[in-house]
T-cell receptor, first 116, second 114 residues
């Protein structure tokens, strides 16, 4: 299994739709996960963090399934402005002392297009 | 906005020439990173720094070197640019004082090596 794997899409949905993306990871020791959003020709920006079973922020819900080693991002009531690439991010294994620095692994991203 | 600026924003250079990209931050963050982004590969870590003069290699460090002589500046150097180094380069910092927590990225540098 790849370290981080995402369905590249593209997902093409109408405004108002609910859409979900999954991201699978191979490092079972990872403690926290992130979703980033990247607009075309722009830098990635942090969308959500996932530290336990899940996290909700308005129309966005991120969930973590440790048993199956995947995280998901659910977007409800899609807006045109949600069109972007969504990157799943998995930090490295936590080291002794509680710090984890080094290689973050980014998924290749899932492209979402929301149309009128 | 975490006060990160990258320069230059765009660079076209020829194979074999040296190139230095600069990342500047204004908020005294300890951890800084250089990534490259290519179609089909996503974002890949080149080098990172956890303090002045403390740097380490990422997964694609061959052909790159870095320096951090001041907290605010993290320089990425391609000693002899090759066409395979054509890419978009992003600098990032870790906020909240912990490595790999909540990265903030600069706007990127589009580098073309002809």
């Amino acid at each position: 299994r790849k370290e981080v794997e995402q369905d590249p899409g593209p997902f093409n949905v109408p405004e108002g739709a609910t859409v979900a993306f999954n991201c699978t990871y191979s490092n079972s020791a990872s403690q926290s996960f992130f979703w980033y959003r990247q607009d075309c020709r722009k830098e990635p920006k942090l969308l959500m963090s996932v530290y336990s079973s899940g996290n909700e922020d308005g129309r966005f819900t991120a969930q973590l399934n440790r048993a199956s080693q995947y995280i998901s991002l659910l977007i409800r009531d899609s807006k045109l402005s949600d069109s972007a690439t969504y990157l799943c991010v998995v930090p490295p294994r936590w080291r002794a002392g509680g710090t984890s620095y080094g290689k973050l692994t980014f998924g290749q991203g899932t492209i979402l297009t929301v149309h009128p | 906005d975490a006060g990160i600026t990258q320069s230059p924003r765009h660079k076209v250079t020829e194979t074999g020439t040296p190139v230095t990209l600069r990342c500047h931050q204004t908020e005294n963050h300890r951890y800084m990173y250089w990534y490259r982004q290519d179609p089909g590969h996503g974002l890949r870590l080149i080098h990172y720094s956890y303090g002045v003069k403390d740097t380490d290699k990422g997964e694609v460090s061959d052909g790159y070197s870095v320096s951090r002589s001041k907290t605010e500046d993290f320089l990425l150097t391609l000693e002899s640019a090759t066409s395979s180094q054509t890419s978009v380069y992003f600098c990032a910092i870790s906020v909240q004082g912990q490595p790999n927590e909540k990265l903030f990225f600069g706007s990127g540098t589009q580098l073309s090596v002809l």
